[in-house]
């Protein structure tokens, strides 16, 4: 019987748990609108009682331990969840502490965005990496630095909130109260209203129809650059410039292996590449230029699958370091990589 962990994604409009293997495969998967407004023993009793529902679907699991995500500010160390501000009435509250009683297993504790960048690194896009940038771009940016083979969290915890780099002068206040911050112009809540300024009700253009005549998301963007709207593409143009601009302070900040790049927006990858990948080679220097950007694999599973990882990596620091020397070495040794597979084939 293989080893699982019990794996939970706390958001502020939903709760998400899942029973994960140690290959990372999701074996059953639960939700429920969290009782976001209700305080922190009704979300604990949520996940208790979700809890309770995947192990009635199995049974006979072997269950090593529980990883959660959840929202920042958070202490991983101490396994206590600060004041995020999507959930009323959690003040440091002790979530490894009260778990860890009443299940008796160990639980690991990680903000939501490092949980989905272990994720993508262990499991998705960044499998073999030693080093990578998640960077998530929908309602908001938000992302994760796993640097030289570990989760960057700086002091408290805090590092990496990339969605509140400065990269303009101007343009919308931000909702942390700053002006320019990389999320206030690049993500999707940003794009979509840029379109709505762009167009007016009943003007007939193919945003508006897409939108019913309501204001335009991001989804519509993408959906109407597919169908070669010459707005559109603008719009996604101007988009996958932000997203350029930003990229580049990561790769100059934390040189990484590659940038991954997930959320909502994502969905429109294939449209934005060209655009930011024109950026950073115009405003990177020399040196970080050929760094791959590539979407996310894991899609909205990648929080969960990186919180059950918080349980099932244990033990195995810097294993994703030794894959990428192995990797090295199979490139240097083909003859021998071909003998095992063919021995197994
Ligand atoms: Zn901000």
């Given at each position: 019987?293989?080893?699982?962990?019990?794996?939970?994604?706390?958001?502020?409009?939903?709760?998400?748990?899942?029973?994960?293997?140690?290959?990372?495969?999701?074996?059953?998967?639960?939700?429920?609108?969290?009782?976001?407004?209700?305080?922190?023993?009704?979300?604990?009793?949520?996940?208790?009682?979700?809890?309770?529902?995947?192990?009635?679907?199995?049974?006979?699991?072997?269950?090593?331990?529980?990883?959660?995500?959840?929202?920042?500010?958070?202490?991983?160390?101490?396994?206590?969840?600060?004041?995020?501000?999507?959930?009323?009435?959690?003040?440091?509250?002790?979530?490894?502490?009260?778990?860890?009683?009443?299940?008796?297993?160990?639980?690991?504790?990680?903000?939501?965005?490092?949980?989905?960048?272990?994720?993508?690194?262990?499991?998705?896009?960044?499998?073999?990496?030693?080093?990578?940038v998640?960077v998530t771009v929908?309602?908001?940016i938000g992302g994760?630095?796993?640097?030289?083979?570990?989760?960057?969290?700086?002091?408290?915890?805090?590092?990496a909130?990339i969605g509140h780099m400065t990269i303009t002068?101007?343009?919308?206040?931000?909702?942390?109260?700053?002006?320019g911050c990389f999320e206030a112009v690049a993500s999707?809540?940003a794009?979509?209203?840029?379109?709505?300024?762009?167009?007016?009700?009943?003007?007939?253009?193919?945003?508006?129809?897409?939108?019913?005549?309501?204001?335009?998301?991001?989804?519509?963007?993408?959906?109407?650059?597919?169908?070669?709207?010459?707005?559109?593409?603008?719009?996604?143009?101007?988009e996958a410039k932000w997203l350029g601009i930003g990229f580049t302070n990561l790769l100059h900040l934390y040189?990484?292996?590659?940038i991954?790049m997930?959320?909502?927006l994502?969905?429109?990858?294939?449209?934005l590449?060209?655009?930011i990948?024109?950026t950073v080679?115009?405003r990177a220097?020399?040196?970080?230029?050929?760094?791959?950007i590539?979407?996310?694999?894991?899609?909205?599973?990648?929080?969960?699958?990186?919180?059950?990882?918080?349980?099932?990596?244990?033990?195995?620091?810097?294993?994703?370091?030794?894959?990428?020397?192995?990797?090295?070495?199979?490139?240097?040794?083909?003859?021998?990589?071909?003998?095992?597979?063919?021995?197994?084939?």
């Open positions: 019987m293989t080893r699982l962990a019990l794996a939970f994604d706390l958001g502020g409009t939903e709760l998400r748990g899942a029973l994960v293997e140690s290959g990372g495969g999701v074996v059953a998967q639960v939700s429920a609108p969290t009782m976001a407004i209700a305080g922190s023993d009704a979300v604990i009793g949520q996940i208790i009682a979700l809890a309770g529902a995947l192990l009635t679907q199995r049974p006979q699991a072997d269950v090593a331990g529980i990883g959660i995500g959840a929202p920042g500010p958070l202490d991983p160390k101490a396994g206590i969840v600060i004041a995020p501000p999507t959930l009323a009435g959690w003040h440091d509250v002790p979530l490894i502490d009260i778990l860890g009683k009443h299940f008796g297993l160990p639980v690991r504790l990680e903000n939501d965005a490092n949980a989905a960048a272990l994720g993508e690194w262990r499991f998705g896009a960044g499998r073999g990496s030693g080093s990578l998640f929908s309602t908001g994760g630095v796993v640097a030289d083979g570990h989760i960057y969290h700086g002091r408290r915890g805090l590092a909130e002068g101007e343009g919308d206040r931000c909702f942390c109260g700053a002006v999707g809540t794009l979509g209203r840029r379109a709505t300024a762009l167009t007016t009700p009943g003007d007939g253009s193919l945003l508006r129809r897409l939108s019913a005549d309501g204001d335009v998301s991001a989804r519509h963007v993408v959906e109407a650059a597919r169908a070669d709207d010459i707005s559109a593409l603008e719009l996604i143009e101007a040189s990484p292996d590659l991954v997930g959320g909502g994502a969905n429109g990858f294939d449209l590449a060209p655009t990948r024109a080679e115009q220097m020399p040196a970080y230029r050929d760094v791959p590539v979407p996310a694999q894991l899609g909205d599973r990648a929080g969960l699958i990186g919180a059950a990882s918080l349980i099932l990596w244990e033990g195995e620091p810097g294993a994703p370091l030794a894959m990428a020397q192995d990797e090295d070495n199979k490139d240097g040794a083909t003859e021998c990589a071909g003998a095992r597979e063919t021995s197994h084939g």
